[in-house]
């Protein structure tokens, strides 16, 4: 189990974009990287594809560090430390280490 996972609202530690909150799109595991949307915007400039699309300077999230950023509750809406547990039954669930709520469970 992971500590961030898609659709997660995380906040920003470090950076430009510090303080900011953000859903996340996608996370890259194997570079330990997430992509939230709206933060850390970049700037790339894009050839034409004819059938697909005009070229330009086209604005995209570039991946941040999983360690720059934090899970936001959705309990005490703190950014918070995340710990675990094994629920009533028998699978790991994550939980806020301010509020001790389960995180993620319907």
């Known amino acids: 189990m992971q500590r961030i ?3 997660d609202q995380v906040e ?3 950076g430009k974009d510090q303080g900011k909150r953000g859903r996340v799109m996608r996370v890259i595991k194997a570079d330990g ?3 939230v949307d709206s933060i850390n915007v970049v700037k790339r ?3 034409p594809m004819p059938p697909m699309q005009p070229g330009g300077i086209i604005e995209m999230p570039a991946p941040l560090a999983t360690s720059n950023v934090m899970l936001v509750c959705p309990h005490c809406d703190q950014a918070a430390r995340i710990g675990y547990r094994i629920l009533d039954d028998g699978s790991k669930g994550r939980v806020c ?3 001790q ?6």
């Open 5 to 7: 996972q898609s659709g």
């Open 12 to 14: 920003v530690l470090t």
């Open 33 to 35: 990287k997430v992509v």
């Open 45 to 47: 400039h894009q050839r």
């Open 97 to 99: 280490k301010h509020c």
């Open 101 to 106: 709520e389960i995180i993620g469970q319907d």
